[in-house]
């Protein structure tokens, strides 16, 4: 009786009789479709993991700090949890609205990546700007380990200037030794190639035997370490009221490059560890005697040549490729 009923419908014997037995014991509402979906699924993200993930997130967040899938799988992985890939975590953030929808961006596989091999082979220094809270704008210096990653030195100032970046670099290089070379982009304060002559830094690095090197004008993505880093920077000053003064701006900044160095963990590392626990960061070195001679055949440049005063600055010079330009102070008779 059920092989005519099979093929009439087109169905196998086996599950005529699964109909049978369903009818017998929950009549014609026991016929309807039921879900193919799995009793469980061994792979389905428990709700620690769910709650874990929301509030990881939330409090990166408020403190400024990178809250990205590859960086909530690191935090996930401190805490003894199990560790979704990081589509699932990127799902998770869409359904609680956590994520804020930004443009597309160009494919990471359009750029030409490259690293320095060893610690103090590269720095690269940029500064950036920030407001105090009566609204008066300050500059940030830094320098940036190509290798480790390692935030070497980053002190806030009026204004940035050619001394101020002679003064901040021979305190790094006392305190982690020389670099092979320094990458920056064309600021006055790093290179006078389009103002004539050499400035101070141009001078002490020839003295020291680093190369120099400076990225193409208009073209910050050789920077692109330092200038994503400053991303990382004001992101979490942001997340702090305004200091009040530039001594209270450069306590922020001490903060802040404890936690990037030693807590942070840096995507560019294998096993998301921080720049600090990178096998090959800079070392820091005994403090140098107070008195230490300047390298032989190195002389600051009179603050009256030409080539080094702030009026053979062009108006518009920018400084900086991801900042607005600053005005060059007027010259003073």
């Not at 290798?147 to 790094?172: E, I, M, Q």
């Not at 530039?246 to 560890?273: K, M, S, W």
Request: proline share 11%; charged share 20%.
């Amino acid at each position: 009786m059920t092989s005519p009923a099979a093929e009439t419908y087109n169905i196998s014997r086996q599950h005529i009789y699964r109909l049978l037995a369903r009818y017998r014991t929950g009549g014609l509402d026991a016929l309807e479709p039921r879900s193919r979906r799995p009793a469980s699924n061994p792979r389905r993200i428990s709700d620690e993991v769910i709650t874990a993930i929301v509030h990881l997130r939330q409090r990166l967040v408020v403190e400024g700090l990178d809250a990205g899938p590859v960086t909530l799988q690191a935090h996930l992985a401190r805490q003894g949890l199990p560790i979704p890939s990081t589509s699932t975590i990127r799902r998770i953030l869409h359904h609680h609205g956590l994520i804020t929808p930004q443009p597309r961006k160009r494919p990471r596989s359009s750029y030409h990546r490259f690293a320095a091999e060893q610690p103090n082979e590269c720095w690269q220094s940029d500064f950036t700007h920030w407001t105090l809270a009566d609204g008066t704008d300050t500059e940030i210096l830094n320098w940036l380990d190509d290798h480790s990653r390692y935030l070497l030195s980053c002190t806030a100032h009026h204004r940035v200037s050619g001394p101020d970046v002679v003064a901040t670099f021979t305190t790094t290089t006392d305190e982690f030794g020389l670099p092979a070379t320094t990458l920056t982009d064309n600021g006055s304060v790093y290179t006078s190639r389009f103002t004539g002559g050499h400035n101070d830094f141009e001078r002490l690095l020839a003295a020291l035997g680093i190369t120099q090197k400076n990225g193409h004008p208009g073209h910050p993505q050789t920077q692109g370490k330092i200038e994503r880093f400053h991303q990382t920077l004001k992101r979490w000053l942001s997340a702090r009221p305004h200091p009040k003064t530039v001594a209270e701006l450069q306590d922020l900044l001490d903060d802040f490059r404890t936690v990037y160095n030693t807590q942070r963990a840096h995507r560019a590392h294998p096993g998301h560890i921080t720049p600090q626990q990178r096998p090959t960061s800079p070392d820091p070195k005994p403090p140098p005697p107070h008195n230490r001679a300047p390298p032989s055949g190195y002389a600051p440049i009179s603050s009256t040549n030409s080539a080094n005063s702030p009026c053979a600055t062009p108006a518009a010079y920018t400084t900086s490729a991801s900042d607005a330009p600053t005005p060059a102070p007027p010259c003073s008779s």
